[in-house]
């Protein structure tokens, strides 16, 4: 029973990092221009199967580091187009932008890649258990856990010693004074949504990894992301990894006791956050 | 056929049979499509076309688009020429579903009904055409109670039932991997009934149960409960989830080695999802409802051909006859009664035998009086990495098991049918 | 007992000291004006005294009532209204719906699902009442969000006024303003003064206005009290022509 | 002022006339009297939601999930416990009711987009517990083998079951009923401090309004109604199912009060008329219609901001 509890816990921190990677992204776009992306799924799945469509050519390397960059264009290209037209506005019609541009990625995936699950194929020796005893544990998955530390690790870097993450960070807290002080606001913002989109990318070449690659793939990942991000603190980056971790390891504990309460297990966390920390383990108060 | 949406193509290609039926002169004037509504015979579709199904229902589609054009090249039914009014039934909404099956019935006036791939969709119309009295089809939707315990007069069903395929595949897992399983089962209607029969079938055998678990539609993350499954060390893992669900749990089973600690199997499996794996993931004892490589049954070839050119190359899969038996159902339906009337159509298919040429198995398929249950072959066999002649065949049959020797009885089914007075 | 007093509050906003020991009495029927340096924390000020931000320490007290821990909204029931830097008032909406809002809340209808009759006629003549004593009767059936900057700003004195308050704060009733608006927006505020002996204290930077409203007014600069007293005294303190008006004069 | 009120009173003439002829013209525009009685129960859904998103200024996107329990609880009722139409209804608004005025306070602290996600997240929770919890509630099945009941009137009884026309109207008369109370209420100084908070939160709170106490109060009317709006839409389909309390329903509601026009009264029945029949009509022309339903999203947001009746009001004043 503690060796099964044990290999939960293991577990739900690997479910927990990756709900973390799409938690972060979602977070940034929300914290710097106030619209909460629900087209993020959508961009997951365009970057899973743009590294399906490149893998032949350039092998999963290439795909894994080319894919997740087109991706990021994709969203430059959507937000200097589409979402920046409603900065400013009532949140309402960012909302509503973002929902119906869900609508027409899942479809338009659809469209292109056909409806058919396709075998997305990651490395052979990728694929295997590293030990037979803690089998949870193949080759993927710790690849996976390494490179999501790392890119949140670079993230993290971003965000506290370079100019961009100074400023993105500054424009979270005050846009107003960032722009008074001679910050391109739209260049920020729109940067800062091609960072978010980036991850959402690289999640969907990972998730592609262990899951079939079909256009709905990142509709279900959506709403533990929420989760992460209100339970770990509105506005904060380290929060929303907190957070995912948190309900990765809570729904892999519960499915040990009671397998019909691996969803609900979150969203009782998050009532609780709400109740007794309202801006989340760490967030800051007033900044919701 | 590619990817685009095949109704439009459908639409334009019956309308210009139609028109051409009608008379070539008639063509250019604005009254065809009045004409052709009040000639032609229409089939509805209420099947999904997005969502988790939508791969399923575009090759249950392709198969219908086929029968239809072959029962409009020998003359239609009745003499009237075969139109297709699809609707997008959504993979899981049964709202929808229900509101398209009373807006083809209402207000297309169609003289069929077929859907749904989804067992609680296919329970649903049904319970709207046998409130209309329509005839209805259901191509793919596995749940017993469809032709069992909620069992009505006007709805047929080609597909099996969860018992015959567990029936069918229960020894064959006994054989190849030992008498104790556990279960990983999709948590909704056709997955319980699916586990409760592969229970019954291995019980019958000496089987036991080690554990289960219910897993939500829709999982993508099965790890907690492989790692739960391999902790009961069962003599194998039985897998009742399909389409994507059934692509995530295999695929995330095989990357955890438990190929090789223990025997992955299952009940139904289909092409579509071995097509969604990658090679390694190919593995266990499963059942197929048909498989297109047949090289001994008379018509597969030409059937496979022909699909082939209508898929873009693609063979066709259980999905693809199934469409196609449902459509050639109805035509054969209303000729057998030499009517279009619901009750004389569902009364001349009792007992009524598939011909050789559309049952496209060995020892053929007919539909058992008392339940509108088709009484096809099933193929119980295990797939391969990758096909040696062509890509897509995946799947090897080991043994073909006759229906009728392993469909629960009449009685065991519950069937009452409600025919009217 | 004065009728507002401040005693020795402080803000901090992390290492930032925005309001450092301020104290101040303001007795009834006074028009205090509170005057200071851009940055001097007055605005600041204001948002401590009305309850928008909590104190970092000292205290607020309307007649001896201690103001901690009460809400904003319950402030205002206790007789404290005031009107913001930036006019805040109901842009989609008519200028007599702008003031027959804060009316029926004054009447105690905020949660009442219907009118009641008995109340119909005095509610519409106290609109009436307060369109007039505003100047807005010319104006009453516009969209708020369309008027001039001088009308809107009259609008929202009304609206605060419709409140009943016994204590009026206002932050900069003339900010941005021409000289006929300043003079209309100051000459509204000399009457509700001298007609209600209504508590005003009002932050200013148009020193005619100051000079011509206030009883006695309080100097802020960077964020602690440089001085208080009567115009004239305040005129004639160095310290205070040293520090502020000696620049902007 | 006199032109205004004349507008006004033709628009809500116009809108009578059309709703209590519908069976009669139904038909002769190519579309059937059940899409019409959905029309009008999504209208009274759109309009529950614009009470507090147009009235009130907060934006939810997850009122879906009142929605799906008043059809629940209507449902469950009827199949469960009594067979009656009308204790199913009141018991399934009831539920929904109870649910909001549970959550609101953990809530009504939030705004913005905040508010927004929250929702969302709590209206899943409802979400998975109909998923789940399938021996009570059917699962991703559904509940069925119920159906709604005739209604007995004492002197007559109301064939609603088997009549479609007379469903209709059963259904039109409640939402004559409940669109009478909403719009009473709003024209009362209750209704006036809610539009106060949506017009600008500070100054209504510097007035003295416990503005989260409003907003706890509007956000459990609006709650109420759109549980009232679920319970017809289970009694209309004879079934429930999870997909009804999904957050993506929840986004179908505001894209019609967006449609219609949020500042309009009647704007979200001609945003729920238009997304209705539109979403009906695309999901018959073409497979693709999820890619044309997300266009009309996002045409409305860069184009239409203001909704249909929005247009027509600028058109009407210039």
């Known amino acids: ?288 | 056929m590619t990817k685009d949406g095949f109704t439009s193509r459908l639409d334009r290609r019956t309308l210009l049979k139609a028109g051409a039926v009608i008379g070539a002169a008639q063509i250019a004037s604005p009254f065809v499509r009045v004409a052709r509504a009040a000639d032609t015979i229409k089939i509805g579709v209420d099947n999904p076309l997005t969502g988790t199904y939508a791969a399923l229902g575009k090759n249950e589609g392709i198969g219908m688009a086929m029968a239809v054009d072959e029962i409009n090249a020998k003359g239609g039914i009745l003499g009237r020429q075969v139109e297709l009014s699809i609707e997008d039934s959504t993979s899981g909404d049964a709202s929808t579903a229900v509101a398209k099956a009373r807006k083809l019935i209402d207000r297309d006036q169609v003289s069929f009904i077929l859907g749904n791939i989804n067992s609680a969709l296919a329970q649903a119309i049904a319970n709207v055409a046998n409130e209309k009295s329509v005839f209805h089809v259901v191509p793919g939707g596995h749940t017993d109670s469809v032709t069992g315990s909620n069992c009505h007069w006007n709805t047929f069903r080609v597909c099996n039932t969860t018992q015959t395929e567990a029936n069918a595949v229960a020894g064959a897992v006994i054989k190849n991997a030992g008498k104790k399983w556990y279960y990983l089962t999709p948590d909704y209607a056709f997955g319980h009934t699916l586990q409760a029969g592969m229970e019954k079938a291995a019980a019958a055998l000496g089987g036991t149960k080690v554990g289960g678990d219910l897993t939500p539609l829709g999982t993508t993350d099965f790890s907690s409960y492989l790692i739960k499954a391999q902790a009961a060390n069962p003599d194998a893992i039985i897998f009742l989830q399909q389409g994507d669900d059934g692509v995530n749990v295999l695929k995330q089973a095989v990357q955890f080695g438990l190929d090789k600690k223990t025997h992955l199997a299952g009940a139904q499996l289909e092409l579509e999802v071995l097509l969604g794996l990658p090679p390694e993931a190919r593995v266990g004892t499963w059942v197929f409802e048909w498989y297109w490589n047949q090289p001994n049954v008379p018509g597969v070839k030409e059937f496979v051909a022909e699909v082939r050119k209508r898929s873009g190359g693609h063979v066709p899969t259980a999905r693809t006859w199934f469409g196609y038996a449902s459509i050639h159902t109805c035509a054969l339906a209303a000729a057998q009664a030499n009517s279009l009337d619901a009750v004389k159509m569902a009364r001349a298919m009792q007992g009524f035998k598939l011909p050789p040429e559309i049952a496209l198995m060995p020892d053929g398929a007919y539909y058992r009086a008392g339940q509108n249950q088709l009484i096809p072959d099933l193929y119980v066999g295990h797939p391969q990495a990758t096909g040696k002649d062509d890509p897509e065949d995946l799947f090897v049959v080991d043994q073909v098991v006759n229906g009728a020797d392993v469909s629960p009885t009449l009685e065991e089914t519950m069937c009452k049918q409600d025919w009217p007075a | 007992m004065s009728f507002l007093t401040v005693e020795n509050i402080s803000k901090h906003f992390g290492s930032l000291v925005a309001v450092d020991g301020v104290t101040m009495r303001v007795e009834k029927g006074e028009c205090r004006a509170i005057i200071g340096p851009n940055g001097a924390g007055k605005t600041t000020f204001f948002n401590l005294i009305t309850g928008m931000l909590p104190l970092t320490s000292g205290r607020v007290s309307l007649e001896g009532r201690d103001m901690a821990g009460i809400d904003p909204s319950h402030r205002v029931k206790l007789g404290m209204a005031r009107t913001f830097q930036i006019t805040e008032i109901f842009p989609e909406l008519t200028v007599r719906e702008n003031i027959r809002i804060p009316v029926e809340i004054a009447a105690g209808l905020r949660f009442s699902p219907w009118m009641p009759r008995a109340m119909e006629g005095p509610i519409r003549d106290r609109i009436d009442q307060l369109l007039d004593e505003g100047g807005l009767h010319r104006i009453a059936d516009r969209l708020a969000g369309e008027l001039s900057h001088g009308d809107q700003r009259a609008c929202e004195i009304m609206m605060a006024l419709a409140l009943n308050p016994r204590l009026l704060l206002l932050d900069e009733p003339t900010a941005g303003m021409g000289d006929d608006e300043t003079y209309a927006i100051a000459r509204l505020i000399r009457r509700i003064h001298a007609e209600q002996h209504m508590t005003i204290v009002l932050i200013e930077h148009d020193m005619r206005v100051v000079f011509n409203l206030a009883d006695r007014i309080t100097v802020l600069a960077e964020g602690r009290p440089l001085a208080e007293g009567t115009p004239a005294e305040i005129t004639a303190n160095e310290k205070v022509q040293a520090a502020y008006l000696g620049g902007a004069a | 002022m006199g032109n205004l009120d004349l507008r006004k009173q033709s628009t809500n003439l116009i809108v009578c006339a059309l709703l209590l002829t519908l069976p009669f013209w139904i038909d002769h525009v190519g579309s059937y009297i059940q899409l019409g009685t959905q029309i009008v129960v999504m209208a009274l859904a759109a309009m529950a939601l614009n009470f507090l998103l147009g009235y009130t200024g907060v934006l939810s996107f997850g009122h879906a999930a009142y929605f799906g329990l008043g059809a629940y609880g209507t449902g469950m009722t009827i199949r469960y416990l009594l067979p009656s139409t009308g204790v199913g209804i009141l018991v399934g608004t009831l539920v929904g009711a109870l649910a909001a005025a549970v959550i609101g306070p953990m809530i009504v602290r939030l705004r913005g987009v905040y508010f927004a996600m929250v929702t969302i997240a709590f209206g899943q929770v409802f979400y998975f517990i109909a998923f789940r919890w399938n021996d009570v509630t059917g699962g991703d099945d559904g509940l069925t083998n119920w159906k709604r009941m005739p209604i007995d009137l004492g002197f007559t009884t109301v064939d609603i079951q088997h009549n479609a026309t007379a469903f209709y109207y059963f259904v039109l008369v409640i939402f004559a009923v409940a669109v009478a109370l909403m719009a009473f209420l709003l024209r009362s100084p209750f209704g006036r401090t809610l539009i106060a908070i949506r017009e600008n939160e500070r100054r209504a709170r510097f007035m003295g309004v416990n503005v989260n106490f409003h907003i706890w109060m509007s956000w459990v009317i609006s709650c109420t109604f759109m549980a009232l709006a679920g319970s017809l839409s289970s009694l209309l389909n004879n079934f429930v199912d999870p997909r009804s309390l999904f957050w993506t329903q929840s986004g179908t509601f505001v894209i019609m009060c967006v449609m219609g026009g949020m500042r309009s009264f009647w704007g979200p029945l001609v945003g729920a008329a238009i997304f209705v029949a539109l979403q009906d009509y695309l999901s018959s022309a073409t497979p693709n219609w999820q890619s044309f339903v997300g266009l009309v999203f996002v045409i409305v947001v860069l184009f239409f901001p203001r909704g249909v009746m929005g247009i027509f009001r600028r058109k009407a004043t210039e």
């Open chain 1, 1 to 288: 029973m503690t060796q099964l509890i044990l290999f939960n816990v293991m577990n739900g921190l690997i479910i927990g990092a990756f709900y973390a990677l799409m938690a972060i992204g979602l977070s940034l776009i929300m914290s710097l221009s106030d619209v909460i992306n629900f087209a993020h799924g959508g961009f997951l799945a365009v970057g899973a199967y743009l590294a399906y469509t490149m893998t032949p050519y350039i092998g999963f390397w290439g795909g894994l580091i080319v894919a997740p960059l087109l991706t990021a264009v994709l969203g430059l290209i959507v937000e200097k187009f589409l979402i920046s037209r409603v900065y400013g506005r009532d949140p309402l019609y960012s909302l509503l932008l973002t929902f119906g541009l869900a609508f027409i990625f899942e479809d338009g995936t659809r469209y292109i890649w056909g409806a058919q699950s396709l075998p997305y194929q990651v490395p052979g020796w990728l694929m295997s258990p590293l030990s037979s005893s803690l089998f949870f544990l193949t080759g993927y998955r710790v690849f996976m856990i390494f490179l999501i530390v790392v890119v949140v690790g670079g993230l993290f870097f971003i965000m506290t010693r370079t100019r961009l993450g100074l400023r993105i960070r500054a424009g979270t807290l005050d846009l107003e004074t960032v722009s008074v002080l001679g910050v391109n606001v739209r260049v920020l913002r729109n940067l800062n949504f091609g960072i978010g989109i980036y991850l959402a990318g690289l999640a969907g070449v990972l998730a592609a990894g262990q899951l079939g690659l079909q256009p709905t793939i990142g509709a279900s990942l959506i709403m533990p992301s929420f989760v992460a991000i209100i339970i770990g603190g509105l506005g904060s980056l380290t929060g929303t990894l907190l957070g995912g971790l948190l309900i990765g390891v809570a729904s892999g504990v519960t499915a040990v006791f009671l397998p019909s309460a691996t969803e609900a297990v979150m969203y009782v966390m998050m009532a609780a956050v709400l109740l007794i920390r309202p801006q989340g383990l760490l967030g800051e108060e007033g900044r919701f």
